[in-house]
């Protein structure tokens, strides 16, 4: 960046004034560019993926097993039965390793069931609200509303509390405090397109309700979709940590992140890595999450695209 | 301006109403028997039905709804099944230390965000720029309360600066602060850098620049005061984050606030202080939101509520 000429360093900002004949002439590579722009930032979240789905077939964990004689090892420790701990061991001798490569799964699983429900859920609620519109719509987005009034996390807390530990019930509460956000996006998506001139034409050529919704309006959503269900699996993986973390996420056999971190608390001065390690873990995800969701986002929706 | 304010507060009570019911629904109507919960399991079935009674739960869901609705309206949320003292009363002594806790997080969040914001939209494209992206990702991705584990094993357990609980002077309040803020800091610094490149595009800025004005009063009296409708909404919106976040904050940290109220009260199954905290909380964000959309006309005299 420092080689070029000072006079380049300026191009960026006389870029950002685009004519709307040069924005049309240069909308046609576009499709073609999505995918150099967002596939290679997309690397990172499958060698997570498929660390969370093979990694726990490589690196074996016995949650019960208990040796006390390899508690609190600092990683890079060749252990008796001459195992070696990458990330060092745990309170009770289990490999931390082993333990986030569990949590790999587990996080990966829940946001995307969270994703998935709240991303259906709150999309059809949308669409119906929005072209249905009348009472039906005021129902949905005053409930919207109210939820909105809630900090997310409060009220995940609030039902897992009531639901107990478990990870049907982590997706469940994640799924109900996420929805909104697909909701308000899909019902915006459909109040645009249901007025846009092809949806008359297939109205006045006796196309049903029903058509419309899935032939016309449904296509409409699916690049918002991508770029908030992205946005809403970071928050998903953190919001689930977060959870477990407070003792109200998974139960305590499954090793998520959060309960991970949750254990080497009361460790931080004799084993800083049970809980720094998990975390780091946690930040990359999520972190390749942002970066990803940023990308698509710039290459689905230009209006929105972040100025580099 | 006065109907304005009236159709907002309107509208605040309404959601308010929403939420208090909301909150009835999760902890009186999803499966399982709260009089259960808290008796225990050992607990015989008299004492079960005793509590039962005790707590109005033997009465129809409809009764018990408007009884709640009415003992809201008093400020009366019953007494905590533990901490013999009301759930308001509770609440009301650590309400303090959370506010305390956010305010300062958005103090930090704005002394931070506004000057890699700014520097960053100044040199767009140089290093600093994508340093300052770079942190903005990293506050938006780092959980909280990893984040405050690490600020504790490096600042309290390591370098031995700052005390790792409690609450106390200025310096036990440095560390919850910036964990609470660092999030705060991504979303900020990230406005501001856009928001800064498309003031600096506009025409007036330019006139300012052309007529001879110095580049700091161009900067502080044209570019940044526009800058400040996009930061305090954006503030407001956060406020649900920052609220939330301090509940998992205060957690980590130890700090006496409602929070941290609310997190022991879930493990001790204290319905009445459960109650009272998510009310208190949501009823903050609900009021900020208020006051955000009222404090536009202030900022901006070209916005008037008819």
Redesign the interface.
Do not use: C, E, H
């Given at each position: 960046?420092?080689s070029q000429p000072p006079g380049v360093?300026s191009s960026?900002?006389a870029a950002?004034?685009v004519s709307p004949v040069a924005a049309a002439q240069r909308r046609a590579p576009r499709a073609r560019g999505i995918g150099r722009q967002v596939v290679p930032w997309a690397v990172p979240l499958v060698v997570y993926a498929l660390i969370a789905l093979i990694g726990p077939f490589v690196i074996s964990y016995d949650p019960v097993t208990v040796k006390t004689s390899q508690r609190l090892k600092p990683p890079g420790t060749t252990l008796a039965d001459g195992a070696y701990a990458w990330l060092g061991t745990d309170q009770v001798g289990r490999d931390v390793l082993a333990q986030v490569v569990r949590g790999a799964r587990v996080s990966l699983v829940i946001g995307l069931c969270a994703v998935l429900v709240a991303g259906i859920i709150g999309t059809v609620l949308g669409i119906v609200a929005g072209y249905f519109s009348g009472a039906l719509d005021t129902v949905i987005m005053?409930?919207a509303?109210?939820?909105?009034?809630?900090?997310?996390?409060?009220?995940a807390?609030?039902?897992a509390?009531?639901?107990?530990p478990s990870i049907g019930n982590v997706i469940i509460t994640l799924a109900f405090t996420r929805w909104v956000v697909f909701a308000r996006v899909a019902r915006a998506a459909t109040l645009t397109t249901k007025e846009r001139e092809f949806v008359t034409a297939s109205r006045a050529t006796g196309a049903t309700d029903g058509r419309i919704l899935v032939r016309h309006i449904t296509p409409s959503i699916v690049a918002p979709f991508l770029v908030i269900a992205t946005v809403e699996m970071?928050l998903v993986i953190?919001a689930e940590?977060?959870l477990s973390?407070?003792?109200?996420g998974t139960s305590a056999s499954l090793p998520s992140w959060?309960l991970v971190?949750a254990n080497?608390?009361d460790y931080?001065?004799t084993a800083?890595w049970i809980?720094?390690m998990p975390?780091i873990a946690?930040?990359l995800v999520?972190?390749g999450v942002?970066?990803f969701g940023?990308r698509l986002r710039d290459a689905l929706d230009p209006r929105l695209a972040?100025?580099? | 301006m006065g109907a304005y304010i009236l159709r907002r507060l309107l509208y605040a009570i309404?959601?308010?109403w929403?939420?208090l019911?909301?909150?009835f629904v999760?902890?009186r109507v999803?499966p399982?028997d709260p009089a259960q919960l808290i008796a225990g399991s050992q607990a015989t079935a008299q004492d079960v039905q005793a509590l039962r009674v005790r707590l109005g739960l033997d009465q129809p869901l409809p009764v018990q709804y408007i009884r709640y609705l009415g003992q809201v309206a008093r400020l009366d949320l019953g007494e905590s099944l533990r901490l013999n003292q009301s759930a308001i009363g509770a609440v009301g002594e650590r309400v303090g230390a959370t506010a305390i806790l956010a305010l300062t997080a958005i103090v930090i969040g704005m002394l931070l965000s506004f000057p890699l914001g700014i520097v960053a939209a100044l040199r767009?494209?140089?290093?600093v720029d994508?340093m300052v992206s770079v942190l903005s990702?990293?506050g938006?991705?780092?959980?909280?309360?990893?984040l405050g584990?690490?600020f504790?094993?490096i600042f309290a357990?390591q370098l031995r600066w700052l005390p790792s609980a409690g609450i106390g002077g200025i310096n036990h309040l440095v560390l919850p602060a910036c964990t609470l803020a660092l999030p705060l800091v991504g979303i900020l610094t990230?406005l501001i850098r856009?928001g800064m490149?498309d003031v600096l595009?506009e025409e007036y800025i330019r006139t300012a620049q052309a007529k001879g004005l110095a580049h700091r009063t161009v900067l502080v009296r044209h570019a940044l005061r526009n800058m400040l409708i996009p930061v305090v909404t954006v503030i407001g919106l956060q406020t649900?984050?920052?609220?939330?976040?301090a509940?998992?904050v205060e957690?980590v940290f130890g700090w006496p606030g409602v929070g941290r109220l609310?997190?022991t009260a879930?493990?001790n199954r204290d319905y009445p202080i459960?109650q009272a905290g998510?009310l208190c909380?949501?009823a903050s964000?609900?009021l900020i939101n208020l006051l955000v959309d009222i404090s536009y006309s202030y900022l901006d005299p070209r916005i008037r509520y008819a």
């Open positions: 960046m420092n360093v960026p900002v950002d004034v005053r409930l509303d109210i939820q909105l009034a809630f900090p997310s996390i409060l009220l807390i609030l039902i509390a009531v639901l107990g970071g953190i940590a977060s973390f407070l003792g109200l959060g971190i080497g608390r931080l001065n800083w809980s720094t975390g946690l930040s999520v972190l942002g970066v940023d972040y100025k580099r | 309404f959601v308010l929403g939420a019911t909301v909150v999760v902890v999803v399982g767009r494209g140089s290093a994508s990702l990293l938006q991705s780092v959980p909280n309360f990893w584990l690490m504790i094993l357990r990230r856009t490149l595009n649900g984050q920052l609220l939330g976040g509940v998992i957690t609310l997190v879930i493990s459960i998510v909380i949501t964000f609900i």
